[in-house]
C-alpha cells in the first residue's frame, strides 16, 4: 500500500517569500506529526494533529509557521516570511490512534537563500 | 527540561556487535523508539519500549531501563547496510528525538 508522501520532495525560495509543504497520510491514519531536521541533528517536533485538530502545536518556532489538516488527511505546513534559518528537512509521519508506529514520509528539502 | 543524550559517531567491524546508549531526562515517559535513518532518507522505526527489559527483533535488540533513564540498542552480525545514524526518541506528551548516532561499519 502507498506510504507517507510529501510534496514538493524540494523547494528553493527567497527570504521573505511565503512556502506551503504537504503531506498525505497513510489511509485511516488519525494521527499527524510535523517535524523539522537539520543538518546532523535529530528530528524536532512542530506540531501533532488528532483528526482535523492540532493536539499540541508547541513546537512552532513562532507565528510565521501555520498547519492545517481541513479534511483530516491531507496536511499543510504553511510557512510565512521565510528566513534562511527555515533551510532543513521538513519530514511528516502518520499512525493509527492508540499505536506506537510512526510512518515518515520522504520529506521535503526546505532552502531559503 | 527534556533531554536525550547519544554519541555522535561509532565504528564497528562487520560481523561484529555494537552497542549505541542512550540516556534521558524528561518530564513524563510514556516509552521510547529508536528509528534507523540513512542519509538522504526518512527514519525507519526499529523498536518501541515501554516496560523495562530486552526486546528483540532479529539482528536488532532494545533494552530499557526507566529507573535509570536509559536505553541501548544492539545490533549483532553487523552488515555493511547498517551503516546509517540510529535515533533515540522518548515519548513525553510528545515525542522528543535524540540528536542522532551515526554508526561507521569498516568492512
Known amino acids: 500500500g502507498a506510504g507517507v508522501s510529501q510534496t514538493p520532495s524540494n523547494k528553493v525560495t527567497e527570504k521573505g517569500k511565503y512556502v506551503e509543504l504537504r503531506c498525505d497520510p497513510i489511509?485511516?491514519?488519525?494521527?499527524l506529526y510535523w517535524y523539522r531536521q537539520s543538518l546532523g541533528q535529530g528530528p524536532e517536533f512542530l506540531i501533532y494533529?488528532?483528526?482535523?485538530?492540532?493536539?499540541?502545536d508547541s513546537g512552532l518556532p513562532n507565528d510565521r509557521f501555520f498547519a492545517v489538516r481541513p479534511e483530516g488527511s491531507v496536511s499543510t505546513l504553511k510557512i510565512q516570511r521565510t528566513e534562511r534559518g527555515d533551510s532543513a528537512v521538513y519530514l511528516c509521519?502518520?499512525?493509527?490512534?492508540?499505536?506506537?508506529?510512526?510512518?515518515f514520509g520522504p520529506g521535503t528539502r526546505l532552502l531559503v537563500l | 527540561g527534556q533531554n536525550i543524550d547519544q554519541p555522535t559517531e561509532m565504528t564497528a567491524t562487520e560481523g561484529a556487535i555494537v552497542q549505541i546508549n542512550c540516556t534521558y531526562q524528561?518530564?513524563?515517559?510514556?516509552?521510547l523508539f529508536w528509528y534507523q535513518q540513512h542519509a538522504g532518507e526518512a527514519p525507519t522505526f526499529l523498536s518501541y519500549?515501554?516496560?523495562?527489559g530486552l526486546e528483540e527483533k532479529g539482528r536488532f535488540s532494545s533494552f530499557l531501563s526507566r529507573s535509570k533513564g536509559y536505553s541501548y540498542l544492539l545490533l549483532k552480525e553487523l552488515q555493511m547496510k547498517d551503516s546509517a545514524s540510529y535515533l533515540c526518541?522518548?515519548?513525553?506528551?510528545?515525542?522528543?528525538f535524540g540528536k542522532g548516532t551515526r554508526l561507521h561499519i569498516l568492512p
Open positions: 489511509s485511516g491514519h488519525t494521527a
Open positions: 519500549n515501554v516496560l523495562d
Open positions: 494533529f488528532q483528526g482535523t485538530g492540532a493536539a499540541d
Open positions: 526518541a522518548v515519548r513525553d506528551d510528545k515525542i522528543i
Open positions: 509521519a502518520s499512525s493509527l490512534i492508540g499505536a506506537e508506529t510512526q510512518y
Open positions: 524528561t518530564s513524563g515517559f510514556n516509552g
